[in-house]
């Protein structure tokens, strides 16, 4: 007899079920796997969850004693891993606060530098804009003091033809006119660059401002008064570039009182000598 054609199909003995036909080997596998497929059942899937896919007292006999295993090894790690955690989250807390405390002092001794170079560039600004004014104040009063001899010059030249005998001609009187124009106009040049004539006719004698070169006995002006200026003195904001010659007033009683008082004592010295 063939043995291809008389050959049985082999069936597995242990799958045989009291009261049911026998199942294949392949179908049995085929019926494993739509199980695990409708109970997502993966290689990384716990016990404990598989059998929380179970419901409430259909959890097979042979899954009960793994389940209560994993669930009192899950019972033991749960402290120890929440403890890790906490430690590890403190120290998180601490090192983020040392960086923030960190952070907080540069960012004031950045605001203290700021504060710092501020002052320093507003006190370094205003020292040059000093030193600048200072440098231009005396770059203006150089500049006067090599133009005041020819303003000085003017001055006498008009002052002399003011007092020139005789009449004056008409074209005199034009050249005079032009003079004192000009006069005017170098007057207006220093006025506009700072630089004024010092008051000194009638005022009271000011060693600052003045300078007394001899003094005049009159009635006309209160005693220490300038009666008199003999050249015309210039300042520059409250620096002087020249101080005014001028003559102080001395009254002419207190020269005759001295003058009798020095005559009397002529006499009286004379009396005796005799």
Known sequence: MDSDNEMEEVKDPSLEMDGEDPVSVDDFIRQLE??????????DTSIIEIAESFDDGNLPEF????VEKASAARQQTAPAASADSTAKLKSEITKLREEIARISTEKDEMAEA????????????ART???RQDTFQKQISRLAT??????????????????L?????????????????VSEQINDI????????????????DPHLHEAVATEETDEF??????RELLRGYIAGESVIRHSLVKVARPISAVSQQTQINDGDAGVTDSLSG
């Open 129 to 131: 804009e000093r030193e």
């Open 63 to 66: 899954l009960r004693e793994d």
């Open 190 to 205: 220093l006025n506009k660059m700072g630089i004024k004539p010092i008051l000194s006719l009638g005022e009271e004698f």
């Open 146 to 163: 090599l133009m005041l001899p020819a303003l000085d010059n003017l001055h006498r030249a008009l002052d002399a033809a003011e007092h």
């Open 34 to 43: 739509e199980k695990e497929k409708d109970l997502h059942i993966t290689a």
């Open 222 to 227: 209160p005693p220490n008064t300038v009666c």
């Open 114 to 125: 700021l504060r710092r170079y501020a002052k320093d560039y507003e006190a370094s600004r």
């Open 165 to 181: 005998p005789g009449e004056k001609n008409e074209s005199f009187q034009h050249f005079y006119d032009g003079i004192a124009l």
